[in-house]
C-alpha cells in the first residue's frame, strides 16, 4: 500500500490551462503539505495543512489553490498555467509537525510541463 | 528558522565513510536537526533525526555537539546506491513547516 500517493505522475499542459493534481495518504496522519521542485532542485513549501486547515502559504500566486476534503486529501488546482509552473510538485504527510517526530513521508511527485 | 548551510556536493568511493556537515548557526531550543535523503525521480525520504550527542539507525549516525551549531551526517561504508542529495533541516514543534536547503549532491563512484 503506497503511503502517500499522488495522480497524475506526469502532466503536460498548454499554458493558460487550468489542471489539479491530487494527493492521498493512507497514514493518518494529520498534517499535509505541497512541495514544489524547481529545475535546480531546490524544494520549496508551498502550502501546509493541519487537520484540513491551511496553516502555511508560502507567497504562492493566487492561481494556486489547494483544497483539503478530509484529513486525508490535499488536492491542488492550478490556474491558468504559466511556463514558470512547470516544475516537480511533491506532496508529503507527516503526524505532527517540528520538533521531535518530524519524519514526512513524500509523494513519489507529479511532473508538471508547461508548453 | 534556523538556516543550515551544506557543502554542494561530495564525490566518494564504495566502501567508504561518507561525513555531511551542516551548519545551523541559529538553531534554537526547541529545534530538531532532521536528515532527508532524495534519489533522482522520488520524494525525499527521512533518514534520521536528532536534538543532541549521537543517534544511530540501521542507515546512518548523526553527531551533534554540545552547542548543537553544527550536525554531522555519517554514512557508513557507502555503495553505489547511497547516490542522492542529501537534506539537512533544522524544525521546531508546531512550525508546520519543513524547510529544505539547497541539499548536498553526493556521488557515489566504483
Known amino acids: 500500500d503506497t503511503a502517500v500517493s499522488q495522480t497524475p505522475k506526469y502532466l503536460v499542459t498548454q499554458m493558460g490551462n487550468d489542471k489539479s493534481i491530487k494527493c492521498e495518504q493512507n497514514?493518518?496522519?494529520?498534517?499535509m503539505y505541497w512541495y514544489k521542485q524547481d529545475s535546480k532542485k531546490f524544494l520549496k513549501i508551498m502550502f501546509s495543512y493541519n487537520n484540513k486547515e491551511l496553516i502555511i502559504n508560502e507567497t504562492v500566486p493566487n492561481r494556486f489553490s489547494p483544497k483539503s476534503p478530509d484529513k486525508a486529501h490535499l488536492n491542488l488546482h492550478i490556474n491558468s498555467l504559466e511556463l514558470g509552473d512547470s516544475a516537480v510538485y511533491f506532496c508529503?504527510?507527516?503526524?505532527?509537525?517540528?520538533?521531535?517526530?518530524?519524519?514526512?513521508?513524500f509523494g513519489q511527485g507529479t511532473r508538471l510541463t508547461v508548453v | 528558522l534556523a538556516k543550515t548551510t551544506q557543502p554542494i556536493s561530495m564525490d566518494s568511493y564504495e566502501g567508504q565513510e561518507v561525513n555531511i556537515t551542516c551548519s545551523h548557526n541559529n538553531i534554537a531550543t526547541n529545534d530538531y536537526i532532521t536528515w532527508y535523503q532524495q534519489f533522482p525521480s522520488q520524494g525525499p525520504r527521512f533518514i534520521i533525526q536528532?536534538?543532541?550527542t549521537k543517534v544511530t539507525n540501521e542507515v546512518a549516525s548523526l553527531f551533534i555537539p554540545a552547542d548543537r551549531k553544527s550536525s554531522t551526517l555519517s554514512l557508513p561504508r557507502v555503495s553505489l546506491s547511497d547516490t542522492a542529495v542529501y537534506y539537512c533541516l533544522v524544525a521546531r514543534s508546531n512550525d508546520y513547516k519543513l524547510s529544505f536547503g539547497a541539499g548536498t549532491t553526493v556521488t557515489v563512484r566504483a
Open positions: 536528532g536534538y543532541k
Open positions: 508529503a504527510s507527516s503526524p505532527v509537525t517540528g520538533g521531535a517526530n518530524t519524519e514526512a513521508f
Open positions: 497514514l493518518g496522519h494529520d498534517t
